[in-house]
């Protein structure tokens, strides 16, 4: 009985240092897989200038201002009469809202680009502020409408501006 107590003791040790020992090689080869590819991702890992929450609000704003942008410049545009200064061009108006909301998305995906493209979005108010600040220039004053054609450029002049800061406090905060 000692012998085959002590034989069935020694097949057990056996077995489970071999189960153990499989477990152990197989735990270190899953260790050191992730440790290659924490590696790897390390490397291509860049750290984003600004923190991760204003970008997601940067990047909301300027999509808002986008749809916003391009509704008062199809609206003025329908609602402008020809050889009027101051209607909107929508070759000038549309692309300049759909590159701001391409922007405004990447920028609230965090991703390794969105300070570029908060620097991008910065430059497209900009210029969508000279835009609306010419077309209100531009825009003949009528004191029997009202609230008068320079409403909407005065408008989207000012949205312009407040997105344009808001790009700008991304950048500093």
Known sequence: MAFSTVTMHTIYQQFSSNVCAAKIKKTVTNFRATQKR???SSRKATVMAIDPAVAIAAGQQEIAFAVLFAGEGIFSYFQGKDGVGGRPSLLLVLPLAIATGVAGKVIGECGDVA???LIGAIVLNGLAVALSALRFVQTPEDPLEWPGPKAWP???TAASVLALLAGLQGVFN
């Open 38 to 40: 924490v590696v790897k």
């Open 115 to 117: 300070d570029t493209a």
């Open 154 to 156: 005065a408008g989207i």
